[in-house]
């Protein structure tokens, strides 16, 4: 029991280390091409930020446990729109965080976006077709995000060594791979352990260990008053995890799990949804007050899933 603890604690380091090093060289790298601040928080910093969640599925379908997998990515991206923006919005110095017109627009629709794997999952079952309907409904959103981000300022160009970069990206992504794999084994021991649900050690271990990356790559850009960049990370990591990684699971091997993730973990996923957009959207800030708002639904998110999966 001690050692497995230990190897996760160790894992989720893993984790976080290789996922903060592979936003900090994808960032460097996308800007050696002069990509915009907005696109490279919603695409290229959110696609590296997925890898986590991604590693940590596709490892736990293929253990036999794929409710741990969901549960993560469902219960990460609870505490991204809640938790997070809670706590930049409460402890970044700043007054609020402003949405711009921009992610405005985009935002509109990201909450129905999310509806797509809510629906396809009401059987308690992801096939291959599924899988490839939310991957298509994940890229035409990046797409449509891509179009109306495209003609925006530019980012600064990046003037540093593209190999160099791209060889510590590569680095990066491999303790994230690691990290990953024994997590998922280390889990599932403590939950047989323990006799938890696998889907309470995905939501409120393994799950709250992928969002910190996120969390703390947003908290930077805020205190340097990059809002787009922050809120751009968050809620192209949100959309992805939703759709384009439980769709490439699906399609590596079809699989059954509890309804109880969508019906209590995606329904809470899919209110935080619509909530955190309809504040974005009230005075076009994320406000102290919200902020407060934001974490104490997500602690009524911690309680309610604890009562269910014990």
């Known amino acids: 029991m001690i050692t497995n603890i230990f ?15 592979s936003t900090k060289y994808a960032v460097k790298f996308a800007e050696n091409f002069q990509v915009s601040k907005f696109l490279v928080g919603l695409i290229i910093v959110a696609v590296i930020s997925i890898l986590p969640e991604t590693f940590i599925s596709i490892n736990s379908v293929l253990s036999g446990v794929p409710e741990l997998g969901l ?9 991204d729109l809640t938790l997070a923006f809670g706590i930049i919005v409460l402890f970044s ?29 009401l059987d308690g079952h992801y096939g291959r077709l599924e899988g490839l309907g939310l991957i298509l409904i994940g890229v035409f959103f990046y797409y449509y995000a891509f179009k109306n981000g495209v003609n925006e300022a530019p980012a600064i160009r990046e003037k540093g060594n593209r190999l160099t ?21 280390s889990g599932v021991q403590i939950a047989t352990t323990l006799g938890f649900s696998p889907v309470l050690i995905g939501i409120l271990v393994i799950g709250l260990g992928t969002v910190i990356p996120e969390l703390l790559f947003a908290f930077q850009a805020v205190k340097k008053y990059d809002d787009s960049l922050a809120v751009g990370d968050i809620l192209g990591t ?20 509890p309804w109880k993730i969508i019906g209590i973990t995606g329904a809470f996923m899919m209110m935080a949804a619509f909530i955190t957009s309809y504040l974005m959207h009230t005075g076009k800030t994320l406000t102290k007050r919200e902020g407060v708002f934001l974490i104490l639904y997500w602690l009524t998110f911690v309680i309610t899933e604890y009562f269910v999966n014990t």
């Open 7 to 21: 190897v996760l604690a160790v894992s989720i380091f893993l984790i976080i280390k290789g996922a903060m090093l």
């Open 93 to 121: 110095g700043r007054k609020n965080i402003k949405i711009e017109n921009k992610i405005l627009k985009s935002n509109a629709i990201f909450p129905f976006f999310l509806l797509l794997p809510i629906i396809l999952g």
């Open 71 to 79: 549960g993560t990515l469902f219960g990460s991206n609870v505490a």
């Open 165 to 185: 970069n791209f060889l510590c990206l590569i680095g990066s992504i491999s303790l994230l791979l690691v990290g990953a794999h024994f997590a998922v084994d």
């Open 238 to 257: 949100v959309l992805a995890d939703a759709t384009i990684v439980v769709g490439i699971i699906a399609i590596i091997k079809p699989f059954y799990f």
